[in-house]
């Protein structure tokens, strides 16, 4: 950041107490959380909002793995309401297993008293419920097109503010900056934070499949030596097109990608098929693959003068687990209660006070999560027959053991 400036904030285009750059999954979500709290707040994105999304049969190739702590929240904010009448799914199982030998567990929701255990939702369809909440709060100013480009610390009557300039070189001032820019966040680079980040070495193979048997709403996961491989239940069930939908995920070495990317159709559906052991019978389509490479990155703070980190611009994931977005919202949610308390006490909304006391509620189980999927990740990458044995013998002795099924269900869905 630059040396401070004296700004008037009256030849600015705009004015915030908070400023939310970013209206991804994380940044929409608190901005529904902070559109009526009081505080005048602005939502900023380079790309326009979507409220008014038409679907057909077609599925978003990018879904989320919803857990019951991000329904709660959704649902206090009045908006799984709207995500439940588009398509998702409620996966009431879930079947992992290594390719390397017998192990396996099955968690299922009836057995260990859940309703279900998670929700599938397509990523735009979420996405679209959080932007028709937001254009219906007045209070809430959105700037669309507005790309982040520089970010000065600056004084207006002895209250310190960042001043925010946009590629088009619209100004806005903010007594508090919240990134919610996603993994490569210009304003975490902005503010000079120190990350700490993991290449995993791996790519993540993501397309949505047509099977020729259901899925029963059971989630799949199978681990092997190319990589983890998941299989996500897609909308009710019902057969469609003489098939039933599902998202895969699927994390492999970049070598493995590289091929698996320029298969014909067929032979990436038959491969698919083999790797998956024909759970669901035979992959009758598969849409057009797309790949993304894997990091995993935590900052070392969350905030810095008058900036605040949530969601991926604060800490990204191996998505194995499903839990990027969860983690996500869970920030949403510490970081909403805070910024209300600080109102309720007259404290600034960059308070240093406020700013800890998210990061204390956050850092510790965004890091515990984090430190389960690189133990998961080395485990499961690990091919000498001791590793082998180890894992089969611990999936195999979890299976039988209800009690820490439960226990790891309950951590995996956000409710410890
Ligand atoms: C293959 C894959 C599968 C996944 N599966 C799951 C899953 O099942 N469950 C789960 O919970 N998570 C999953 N995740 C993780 C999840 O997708 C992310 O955690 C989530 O999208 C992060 O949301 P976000 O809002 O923090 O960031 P993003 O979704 O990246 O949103 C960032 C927003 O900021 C905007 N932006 C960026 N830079 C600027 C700028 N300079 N100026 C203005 N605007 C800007 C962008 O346009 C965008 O709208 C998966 C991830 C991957 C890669």
Not at 49 to 75: G, I, T
Not at 109 to 136: C, Q, T, Y
Not at 257 to 273: I, M, R, V
Not at 338 to 350: H, Q, W
Request: contains cysteine; neutral net charge.
């Amino acid at each position: 950041m630059e040396s401070s400036c004296t700004v008037n904030t009256a030849n600015t285009d705009h004015s915030f107490d908070i400023l939310i750059v970013g209206a991804g999954l994380v940044g929409s979500t608190l901005a529904c959380a902070l559109g009526e709290s009081g505080y005048r707040v602005g939502l900023l994105d380079r790309s326009p909002l979507n409220s008014n999304l038409k679907f057909e049969n077609d599925f978003d190739s990018r879904v989320v793995a919803l857990s019951a702590a991000s329904k709660s929240l959704l649902q206090d904010l009045k908006i799984w309401q709207t995500i439940v009448q588009g398509r998702h799914c409620a996966y009431k199982s879930m079947r992992v297993w290594d390719a390397d030998g017998t192990g396996a567990i099955y968690f299922d929701s009836k057995e260990l008293d859940f309703p279900e255990l998670g929700f599938v939702i397509e990523s735009r369809i979420l996405l679209n419920a959080l932007h028709k909440k937001i254009v219906e709060i007045d209070a809430l100013k959105v700037l669309a097109h507005g790309e982040v480009v520089s970010i000065d610390p600056c004084e207006d009557n002895r209250q310190n503010l960042q001043r925010v300039t946009m590629k088009d070189g619209t100004m806005v001032t903010a007594k508090l900056i919240v990134a919610a820019d996603g993994g490569a966040s210009t304003v975490r680079n902005l503010g000079n934070f120190e990350t700490r980040e993991w290449n995993y070495n791996h790519k993540a193979i993501v397309t949505t499949v047509r099977m020729s048997e259901p899925h029963n709403a059971c989630a799949f996961q199978r681990f092997s030596d190319s990589g983890p491989l998941a299989f996500l239940p897609l909308d009710s069930g019902e057969e469609i097109q003489g098939g039933y939908f599902c998202s895969v995920v699927w994390s492999v070495v970049p070598d493995y990608a590289e091929h698996l990317l320029s298969l014909p159709s067929d032979l990436f559906n038959k491969e698919l098929g083999r790797q998956i052991s024909h759970e669901l019978g035979d992959v009758l389509w598969s849409e057009k693959l797309q790949s993304f490479p894997l990091r995993q990155m935590h900052a070392r703070s969350y905030f810095c003068d008058g900036i605040v980190l949530v969601g991926d611009a604060a800490h990204t994931i191996h998505p194995l687990a499903g839990q990027g977005v969860n983690l996500g919202l869970l920030d949403v949610k510490a970081l909403a209660e805070e910024l209300n308390e600080a109102r309720l006490k007259n404290r600034l909304p960059g308070d240093v006070i406020v700013l800890s006391r998210y990061q204390r509620a956050r850092i510790g189980h965004n890091l515990g999560m984090m430190g389960v999927m690189e133990g998961f990740k080395k485990l499961f990458g690990n091919r000498s027959p001791w590793a082998v044995w180890l894992r089969n013998f611990g999936l195999s002795r979890v299976d039988r053991l209800n009690l820490f099924k439960k226990l790891l269900a309950r951590g995996a869905m956000g409710l410890d």
